[in-house]
Nanobody, 116 residues
Framework: QVQLVESGGGLVQAGGSLRLSCAASGTIFSIDVMGWYRQAPGKQRELVAIIGSGGHTNYADSVKGRFTISRDNAKNTVYLQMNSLKPEDTAVYLC??????????WGQGTQVTVSS
């Protein structure tokens, strides 16, 4: 079994920054893709950013230039540095992990609230 522990969410004013972390633990041998999705009230879950094992990244257009995803393969941890936050970034942010073999996993989510 794999556990994902997220941290770093909170309340911040518009223009501020937050850094999210997600650490994977348990029976996991090699991770292919790690990433972050978000879901705002009344809206569908959407991709924020993903990063492959080789470092290739993909971002939602709405966060390009403001958010940076990175990973530490030795620690099975993925990070999301969020700068220039906007009220529309307010959502529950969920960590996503896809091992090389087997099913994918989701974290429980961490709330990010950006006040105007």
């Amino acid at each position: 079994q794999v556990q994902l522990v997220e941290s770093g969410g909170g309340l911040v004013q518009a223009g501020g920054s937050l850094r999210l972390s997600c650490a994977a633990s348990g029976t996991i041998f090699s991770i292919d893709v790690m990433g972050w999705y978000r879901q705002a009230p009344g809206k569908q879950r959407e991709l924020v950013a993903i990063i492959g094992s080789g470092g290739h990244t993909n971002y939602a257009d709405s966060v390009k230039g403001r958010f940076t995803i990175s990973r530490d393969n030795a620690k099975n941890t993925v990070y999301l540095q969020m700068n220039s936050l906007k009220p529309e970034d307010t959502a529950v942010y969920l960590c996503y992990v896809q091992p090389v073999i087997g099913r994918s996993y989701w974290g429980q989510g961490t709330q990010v609230t950006v006040s105007s």
